[in-house]
């Protein structure tokens, strides 16, 4: 069965440090989707990436990073240079080839970056 | 370009009252979502639409739930008799779905519902 695991539920940094938060995902199908969102404190959800399966390079957009393992069935997110606007809750989430439509959720991290 | 827009933002009533969520999905957009989110069940999908068809309604926790799309740039989402339970947010997405292409579904800000 598709899951998605998002093993740290809470995590706490100090501005400029840099932070990994971890993805784990399951599934049966070879052709798969993966994201990751943020939910600011103000609630909205707010999509950041999507990768395909099929593409495993590494990705990088300013400060974040995303690290793509399949071999690990792993989709690290990655902030560099932490700040106190990044304080949100993260979310990674999967669909799947034969059900394009569905994204299936982890249950978020919670990230606070403190000043 | 607008985002996907939903309405009211924040809603309080009384147990027993019907409840109407509304959402207006991004132009252009064929497939749509209602999703619950709370604390102890995260983010749930209630039920997608595409090209205003309900395609998966599993996720409806039950007949007190309905979700209609009329047309391509509107839809609701209808609590019926309300529950303290159904005490959440909602949120509304939308994406452009075509063939086995996945694009990634953009949320409005949410409507905060609390059932009392």
């Known amino acids: 069965a598709q899951k998605v695991t998002q093993a740290q539920t809470e995590i706490s940094v100090v501005e400029k440090e840099d932070v990994t938060l971890d993805c784990v995902y399951e599934t049966r199908d070879t052709t798969y989707y993966l994201f990751w969102y943020k939910q600011p404190p103000s609630g909205e959800l707010v999509f950041l990436i999507r990768?395909?399966?099929?593409?495993?390079q590494n990705e990088i957009s300013g400060r974040y990073s995303w690290n793509f393992q399949k071999s690990t069935s792993s989709f690290n997110f990655t902030i560099t240079a932490s700040q106190v606007v990044d304080s949100a809750v993260y979310f990674c989430a999967l669909s799947e080839a034969h059900d394009t439509d569905k994204l299936i959720f982890g249950t978020g991290t919670r990230l606070q970056v403190f000043p | 370009d607008a985002g996907v827009i939903q309405s009211p933002r924040h809603e309080v009533t009384e147990m027993g009252q019907e409840v109407t969520l509304r959402c207006k999905p991004i132009?252009?957009?064929?497939?749509l979502f209602w999703y619950r989110q709370t604390m102890m069940r995260g983010l749930e999908l209630l039920i997608y639409?595409?090209?205003?068809?309900?395609?998966?309604d599993s996720g409806m926790p039950e007949d007190r739930f309905s979700a209609k799309m009329p047309n391509a740039s509107f839809s609701t989402l209808k609590i019926q008799p309300s529950e303290p339970r159904d005490s959440a947010v909602y949120f509304c997405?939308?994406?452009?779905?075509?063939?086995?292409?996945?694009?990634?579904?953009?949320f409005g800000d949410g409507t905060r519902l609390s059932i009392l």
């Open positions: 132009s252009g957009h064929n497939s």
């Open positions: 990768r395909n399966s099929f593409d495993e």
């Open positions: 639409f595409n090209n205003n068809v309900p395609i998966d």
């Open positions: 997405a939308s994406t452009r779905t075509t063939g086995n292409s996945n694009q990634p579904q953009h």
